[in-house]
């Protein structure tokens, strides 16, 4: 600003007019000059897994702003605020621009050359002294599909490892494992359509109005429903709902298995579909017996008659629905919940009609993606390690020896960290994702990372908690700068597209995998002329082709054309992709026998139960304004704005109790370690003896806090019901 | 059958849609839900109508879409918000509930912002009875700010300028739906068109809500939904916060040293009058301190450039009546001064007059504090405050001019005691208001301000001590020096420790001071 500018603002002569002007966009209509643009981009939004469609507006080689794309199915021209604020994370300040390389301690720029050729030349080094799976790979659900293709081809075929996984098993791990063991395979069931359509939708620790927003609209649009909602917290969602159940903490899966007991007890389930299409009534009716209303009421501390009446409108109703997100899934019951659930919708013949289904409330943009294509806790295509036939079909796809395909998962991702820690992986390469946040009980992976030889962050944002332990950091072009598809909760797959390059040196995490491909010396023969990701998705749409995820009628045209189409979707399809699409309406599910298996599930007490020490139990969770560990939305001003630090949520009789009042500044303490001067928030929205802490900001991590304890079956971290005990912070600090 | 909807898409979101992907006719969108609503815009309002917003409290889901929308659709940095989500809160656990509240501008029937502008920078628009706001005219004074008893105006540092919600006049005018309707996905957001006559009685019940401030000062049309059942102490979540204002240092020195200004030329008069002194140079140095006054009000403007269009107003509002007093005040002390010097016969007449000016100025000074929307201000005891300054300042500069005169030292002893008194009673009926604004103002005193309360109260009676006992030159001097410091504290306090009326904000929002 030249001083006569800098007079002419400060006397007033300029009041900024022509900054804050106005005019006619043939797209946005009378908006600010400065959101014109000059051409629209089509893509689908990179935070959550509703997968709106999105219209990216580009001026001048920048995103100037973002709009909800109207023909898009999923949303219909709406977005959430995160979503309409997306374009700031690309011009984000922290973004990663160059290859980093830390030399004497320091990260220092290098060329790509050098960044990809260390990256190979070192970890192979890793492998060659301490063995193949000494290298750990950690991903995301943030890369488009063809990513995660490509990437677990690298790792699986390339690297030689099975030590891969996806931050996904942080979050959904669950819900996966629990379709494998009830329906033989991964994948939601059902559709959105059928928030619109049930006539009873039971949600199950899902705040959908806080994190999935743009869902409400059809449960708004459903006038006739009954709307339950299982919280121990007092949510949006639960607000909203026409019977709310403040159940106890961790109580759900004694909920569910009391519901089962009333619907077969009472005669209400679907004898036909039972006998046709499930097996293991038998054993199912035997483990629900001990849950009898009065059980069932002890442990979740709902009324014997609420239980009662919520089983009975289950069991009556003619579509039914159950979804559930974190609540369920983040737990050491969490795969046996979801099997409980699914129990509940099979008996009651809720599954592949309109209106009916179990579904889960996907995390990630693409945590769908990495599951279908993943190669992590199963072979691409939804295929199944120990699946002989499977491995065949993939060696013949693939071209390759039958004993080049893995006969068994490697680690989860808890497990790869653990054996960091015991200095069995002594490599890592962390891709898209911010453990330093997100991990459970922080210090224990801290611990792993300090141990290894090499850790290689390859991320959008730097710096971020974890890019700064990076001893090799590669940049990576985020959303709005690369070509795919990501996969929404509904199995919709939905096209993202580029709308400006890259930042500085930044790539695509497709052109990265390739150069280390290429490098590696496997580039040929795992991707044989592959150039740009569209190669990638017709060889996978050839891999999927006749596998429950059949992607080999969809097309990038036809992606561009429907904004989104769910799969299955094979080339030999009858119908237009408009009409809603739900798995398992034949009845045929993906066992070896066709039939759904009914698995008896048993409630137990969480893990780490409250004690005079730690008297209260901690929830985590999110806020709207937020996506995870705010890599993106943290430097995103108007979210900040909006949601600007972390607070404690603590009821009234607590607050009391402890002497504390509203915005005093506390500690939250576990057994495991402090997070410190959290501003409190005293509210009826928690329960006495509980609290609730979001878990998007590294100044106050919930993390610090949060316990080692993972389901057994899925892996998933019991983030939830810590206890812990809470501190006025000491003034010192304030 | 296909016409009305057209013809809707049309008026309605109709600018919404690319044009390359309008060929959606194969029945997809008439499957979904409530994303899909077109709904289209009331017809423009005939006469004895206008436009207002309709907020439905029973779908929000407090998602803030629309803020997030406007701040897009108007350019805005983050720390403007023309549309704010506030909660509110209620009930037992499990028997509670949280609602929000979705606002931008209410486009009121009695406007404040409007009737309060110097300048004229408000207009309600004849055909839609939009509040509009012109920035060209504006020249940042931020008066409307506290007449808004919303907060709805926000100041643009950056510009210099006020600016706030327009319902998105742009877009109506041209049957484009606002940003925050065409955003909120839960359509809790709409456009509607209300007979201005009817809302008169009927904004009572349908434009009052829980944390908002009462509709009767400006008649809002917004028209709310409330649910059906709310907890009977549901409240806004932001009640326990304390947060002190901007002390708007401009205005602290402006007001003082008028003040002062008007308090020495009294003395000066007085002393003319009944002790037959001129104070010539005195007079010079009151008349220096009104214009370092003057001058510093216009610090206090975003567009110091455009301060005289600060007149323009005087038969509406308190703030151009207090420019044209104080302007007036200097023409005639400058007068004064001049006929002191010059020993004119008619000096007394001019003092008079100057006296008069400056009085009826401090009067208006004060009053243009008495706002709805700031109920600490909003009270005689800003009256009292403001003209005890000016005596306290006045009788100090009486002690200085007669050589410590008695009359002198009782006049600073009496102004003292009553500004301790004054302050005391004031504080005193704080505690005890039924008015939350008014008990956290009292909250702020006695904790986050405590401190510069307590040295206030110090350097007055400081003042007032060294002004009683000693005689000496420096002594009258540097007690006059204590005593406009601790009238420049006080006022610092009057600032800071105001708490507006608002909307309910969310728990941790830091709204711009």
């Not at chain 1, 569209?534 to 992607?551: H, I, K, N, P, S």
């Not at chain 1, 398992?584 to 008896?600: K, M, V």
């Not at chain 2, 600016?163 to 739906?177: F, I, P, S």
């Amino acid at each position: 600003m030249t001083l006569l500018q800098w007079l002419k603002l400060k006397s007033g002569v300029d009041n900024g007019s022509a900054k804050y002007s106005y005019g006619d966009d043939p797209v946005l209509g009378f908006t600010s000059n400065r959101k014109h643009s000059e051409r629209w981009v089509n893509s689908t939004c990179g935070y959550c897994s509703v997968g709106c469609g999105m219209q990216l507006g580009v001026r001048d080689g920048k995103v100037v702003t973002v709009r909800g794309n109207p023909d898009h199915p999923v949303n219909l021209g709406k977005l959430c605020p995160k979503g309409l604020a997306e374009h700031y994370a690309i011009d984000a300040e922290d973004r990663a621009k160059y290859p980093l390389l830390r030399k004497d301690g320091q990260l220092t720029r290098i060329g790509w050359n050098e960044a990809i050729d260390t990256l190979v030349k070192r970890f192979r080094k890793v492998q060659e002294k301490y063995g193949p799976e000494s290298l750990g790979i950690i991903s995301t659900g943030q890369l488009v599909t063809e990513e995660f293709y490509a990437l677990g081809k690298l790792v699986q075929l390339g690297f030689g490892t099975s030590n891969y996984d996806g931050n996904t098993t942080l979050c959904m791990a669950a819900a996966v494992a629990g379709y494998k063991r009830s329906f033989g395979s991964d994948g939601p069931p059902g559709a959105y359509e059928d928030l619109e359509k049930a006539d009873v939708i039971l949600l199950i620790g899902a705040n959908v109005a806080e994190n999935h927003p743009i869902l409400c609209a059809r449960l708004e649009a459903n006038a006739t429903r009954t709307l339950i909602v299982a919280d121990p917290r007092v949510t949006k969602t639960a607000m909203m709902a026409d019977i709310y159940l403040p159940l106890k903490p961790r109580s759900d899966l004694a909920l569910i298995n009391a519901m089962l007991r009333v619907v077969i007890y009472e005669d209400l389930y679907d004898k036909e579909y039972v006998e046709r299409h499930t097996t293991g009534f038998a054993e199912l009716r035997a483990s629900v017996e001990r849950y009898t209303l009065e059980y069932a009421s002890e442990i979740t501390g709902l009324s014997t008659d609420l239980i009662h009446e919520i089983a009975l409108l289950y069991g009556n109703a003619k579509t039914a629905f159950i979804g559930w997100t974190m609540g369920v899934n983040h737990s050491t019951k969490g795969t046996e919940t979801v099997n409980a659930i699914n129990n509940l919708a099979l008996v009651t013949g809720n599954i592949g009609r309109t209106g009916a289904s179990p579904f889960s409330i996907t995390g990630q943009c693409n945590a769908m993606g990495t599951r279908e294509a993943g190669f992590s806790s199963g072979l691409p295509g939804y295929r199944k390690f120990e699946s002989e036939k499977d491995r065949e079909e993939l060696a013949g796809l693939w071209n390759l020896p039958f004993d080049r395909i893995p006969t068994k998962r490697g680690l989860a991702y808890p497990d790869i960290i653990e054996a960091a820690v015991s200095k069995k992986i002594r490599a890592l390469w962390i891709i898209g994702t911010n453990p330093l946040v997100s991990f459970p009980n922080i210090d224990v992976l801290k611990h792993g990372l300090a141990n290894l030889d090499l850790l290689v962050v390859q991320d959008g944002f730097h710096p971020t908690p974890t890019t700064e332990l990076a001893d090799l950091l590669l940049p990576a072009a985020i959303w709005g700068e690369k070509e795919g598809t990501y996969t929404n909760s509904e199995r919709r797959v939905s096209k993202v597209n580029a709308a400006v390059s890259p930042p500085g040196e930044a790539r695509s995490d497709f052109d990265i995998f390739l150069a280390v491909a290429e490098k590696l010396g496997c580039r040929e023969e795992l991707f044989a002329g592959w150039t740009s990701p569209v190669d990638a998705f017709d060889e996978w749409r050839r891999v999927t082709a006749g596998r429950l995820c059949d992607y080999s009628g969809i097309t990038y045209a036809a992606l561009e054309e429907h904004g989104g189409i769910q799969w299955p979707f094979p080339d030999s399809v009858s119908t237009t992709p408009e009409v809603a699409r739900r798995l398992y309406s034949d009845g045929q599910f993906q066992t070896e026998d066709g039939r759904a298996r009914l698995l008896p599930t048993q409630w137990a007490p969480f893990p780490e139960q409250p004690h005079p020490e730690f008297p209260l139990i901690l929830n985590t969770g999110r806020t709207v304004e937020h996506w995870h560990t705010r890599t993106k939305t943290g430097g995103i001003s108007i979210l900040q704005r909006m949601s600007p630090r972390a607070w404690l949520e603590m009821n009234s009789v607590d607050a009391r109790k402890l002497g504390l009042r509203a915005h005093d500044r506390v500690d939250v303490i576990s057994a495991r370690g402090r997070v410190k001067e959290v501003e409190l928030r005293v509210t009826e929205i928690v329960a006495p003896g509980q609290i609730f802490l979001p878990f998007h900001f590294v100044e106050s991590n919930a993390n610090q806090i949060t316990q080692s304890a993972f389901d057994p079956i899925s892996r998933e971290p019991n983030y939830k019901q810590c206890a812990v005990r809470v501190e006025k912070s000491s003034p010192v600090h304030t | 059958m296909e016409l009305p909807l057209l013809e809707r898409a049309q008026v309605g979101d109709d600018a919404f849609y690319l044009s390359t992907a309008a060929g959606t006719a194969d029945g997809v969108q008439a499957s979904f839900c409530g994303l899909a609503s077109t709904i289209a815009l009331p017809p423009p309002p005939g006469p004895g109508e206008q436009y207002r917003f309709h907020f439905d409290m029973t779908k929000c889901i407090g998602c803030k879409c629309c803020v997030v929308a406007c701040n897009e659709q108007n350019g805005n940095p983050a720390d403007i918000l023309w549309r704010r989500v506030g909660e509110i809160e209620g009930g037992t656990y499990p028997d509670t509930l949280r609602h929000y509240l979705s606002m931008g501008c209410n486009h009121c029937l009695e406007p404040t912002c409007m009737t309060g502008c110097p300048v004229d920078a408000y207009s309600k628009d004849g055909a839609t009875g939009i509040v509009r706001h012109s920035a060209d005219i504006c020249i940042g004074c931020q008066y409307c700010t506290w007449n808004c008893s919303y907060g709805v105006p926000q100041y643009n540092p950056e510009r210099g300028v006020v600016g706030k919600c327009d319902m998105c006049y742009g877009r109506l005018t041209q049957g484009q739906h606002p940003a925050c309707v065409s955003a909120c996905p839960e359509g809790a957001i709409r456009i509607e068109t209300v007979k201005t006559l009817q809302w008169r009685e009927a904004y009572r019940v349908d434009a009052n809500s829980p944390g908002m401030p009462s509709a009767e000062d400006s008649l809002s049309t917004t028209r709310i939904t409330l649910p059906a059942r709310t907890p009977r102490d549901i409240r806004k979540v932001d009640l326990d916060r304390l947060r002190p204002e901007h002390p708007h240092w401009p205005l602290v020195v402006m007001t003082v040293l008028t003040q002062l200004s008007v308090g020495a030329f009294t003395s000066i008069w007085l002393l003319e009058l009944f002790g037959a002194h001129a104070h010539r140079g005195a007079a010079l140095i009151a008349l220096l301190t009104a214009m370092v006054a003057l001058c510093a009000s216009t610090l206090h403007l975003g567009r110091p450039i455009h301060a005289a269009r600060a007149l323009k107003m005087w038969r509406r509002s308190w703030l151009s009546r207090e420019v044209l007093l104080f302007t007036l005040f200097a023409i005639a002390a400058a007068g004064y001064s001049a006929a002191l010097w010059r020993q004119f016969p008619a000096s007394p007449l001019l003092g008079g007059l100057t006296v008069l000016f400056g009085l009826c100025g401090v009067g208006a000074s004060a009053r243009l504090y008495l706002v709805v929307g700031r109920p600490t201000w909003n009270s005689p005891f800003t009256i009292l405050e403001f003209y005890l300054t000016a005596v306290l300042l006045g009788s100090g500069c009486a002690n200085i001019l007669s050589g410590s005169s008695a009359t002198g030292r009782w006049g600073i002893f009496a102004s003292g005691v009553a500004t301790v008194i004054v302050a005391a009673v004031k504080l005193w009926s704080l505690a005890r208001s039924a008015v939350h604004e008014r008990r956290s103002s009292y909250s702020l005193l006695h904790t986050v301000l405590l401190n510069q309360l307590q040295s206030r109260l110090l350097l007055l009676c400081a003042g007032v001590l060294i002004s009683g006992i000693a005689h000496a030159g420096w002594a009258t001097a540097l007690g006059i020096l204590l005593l406009c410091c601790g009238e420049l504290m006080g006022r610092y306090l009057f600032f800071v420790s105001v708490v507006p009326t608002n909307m309910a904000t969310d728990y941790l929002s830091v709204e711009a001071a």
